[in-house]
């Protein structure tokens, strides 16, 4: 037998010593509050569902009255056989949902990153980067072959320091942020940060996945939070997360998204969303549009289980949305507390690194709207369970 392969065992094997094997779970049930995981039923503290909106009823009547008309699949990508007037009237939808003129679909949020970087720079260009933003915008500056520059974490004053250094040796900048960064729930502060792109004539782009439907009015996102409309040139959103369905999108100047159409690669020779996708997007835009409910459910559950946690005496980190990360410290510690959680019909996850920073091991608490007091009550227990038998408070 060849032995062409055998590095993958090696690789693997290594990965279960160092403890950093993924084992992913099984799911039984649709998302929601409560989930079946591995046969057995848990609450749901790991999904970007923050609306609940994954399951809910009129995006799911919406996804069936459309395959009704139009059927499952686009069969072709868009720039061939033409787009269906459900594409566009997402498109328009979501322009107008964030206040501003255009915005392109992609098939995922990831998929958008690595249209758009490549179409707005080159490899005579640079890109300045967040340290930590996410991995679909350190691959999509990569194919782009741009310089890439990376800046201390949300600092300002780096991101200066680097335009005044740099800046002149390039034709083109970019500097390119997370809205939300997902491990720790801070916020980027794009007001300034968008001062200092208007000094030094570069180009803005943010990547608002954990914004969209979260953060601004009614979950307007990170450009209406600080009130920026038409002022950032590229918007990239997913709507595979406060969304609940899948599929990627940038809003923003018109100009990039007409290029997008013409160049963005992912869109030239892959297909688009399917049909009930599309179609549950629009529906959600409708429950978001309507009312503003379910955003500020969210927040005021998120709000509840912060300030219990922070009461029981747990480190809830430096978080301003509803992530909540529970810092915990070792992997092992943090692994060891997910099991144990698990134990009490809990579902949350361990985070370690090299997702974060070694001794910064977490269990991440995604919170939902689709959550109820009582079943943040039950999670609350949970923590105080597991936390006083750990060590981790006082007991
Ligand atoms: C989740 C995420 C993505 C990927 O979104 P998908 O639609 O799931 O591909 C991209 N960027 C950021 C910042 C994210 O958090």
């Known amino acids: 037998m060849s032995t062409k392969l055998a590095w993958i065992d090696e690789e693997l094997k290594n990965l279960k010593e160092a403890g950093l094997y993924n084992t992913i779970r099984t799911l039984g049930s649709a998302q929601g509050a409560w989930l079946v995981v591995d046969g057995k039923r848990a609450l749901n503290f790991c999904s970007n569902n923050y609306l609940g909106l994954a399951n809910h009823p009129r995006l799911l009547q919406a996804a069936r009255q459309a395959m009704e008309k139009y059927g499952l699949g686009p069969a072709a990508v868009r720039s061939i056989a033409g787009t269906m007037d459900l594409h566009l ?11 501003v003129q255009g915005s392109i679909t992609f098939q995922s949020g990831f998929t958008a990153n690595l249209a758009t970087i490549p179409a707005l720079v080159g490899k005579d260009d640079a890109i300045i980067s967040d340290e930590l933003n996410h991995a679909s915008i350190i691959d999509g500056s990569r194919l782009s072959g ?5 800046y201390a974490h949300c600092d300002v004053g780096d991101l200066r320091r680097v335009l005044q250094e740099q800046r002149a040796n390039y034709p083109r900048a970019m500097v390119i942020t997370d809205g939300v960064f997902s ?4 916020i980027a502060p794009l007001d300034q940060i968008y001062q200092v792109t208007q000094e030094f004539e570069v180009i803005l782009m943010v990547d608002d996945a954990h914004g969209e439907g979260v953060l601004g ?27 609940g369905v899948v599929g990627g999108v940038v809003a923003g100047n018109p100009v990039v998204v007409e290029w997008l159409r013409q160049r963005g690669r992912p869109f030239l020779f892959s297909s688009a969303m399917t049909v009930p996708d599309v179609a549950a997007c629009v529906a959600a835009l409708d429950v978001l549009e309507e009312s503003t409910e379910l955003v500020d459910k969210l927040w005021s559950n998120a709000r509840y289980f912060k300030s219990e946690m922070q009461k029981m005496g747990f480190d809830t980190g430096l978080s301003s949305t509803p992530i909540t990360p529970v810092m915990l410290g070792e992997a092992p510690l943090a692994q060891e507390f997910s099991r144990e959680l698990f134990e009490q019909g809990v579902f949350a996850m361990s985070i370690g690194f090299p997702t974060v920073p070694r001794g910064k091991a977490r269990i ?19 923590f105080r369970t597991v936390g006083k038998k750990l060590g981790v408070i006082a007991g």
């Open 217 to 243: 009015h009614g979950g307007r996102g990170i450009v209406d939070h600080f009130g920026l409309h038409g002022k950032v040139d590229v918007e990239i959103g997913t709507l595979s997360k406060a969304f």
């Open 183 to 186: 491990m720790d729930g801070d």
């Open 364 to 382: 991440r608490v995604m919170i939902s709207a689709a959550h109820e007091t009582p079943d943040l009550d039950h999670g609350l227990q949970a």
């Open 89 to 99: 009237e997402l498109e328009e939808r979501l322009a107008r949902f964030k206040g």
């Open 146 to 150: 741009a310089k890439i520059i990376r």
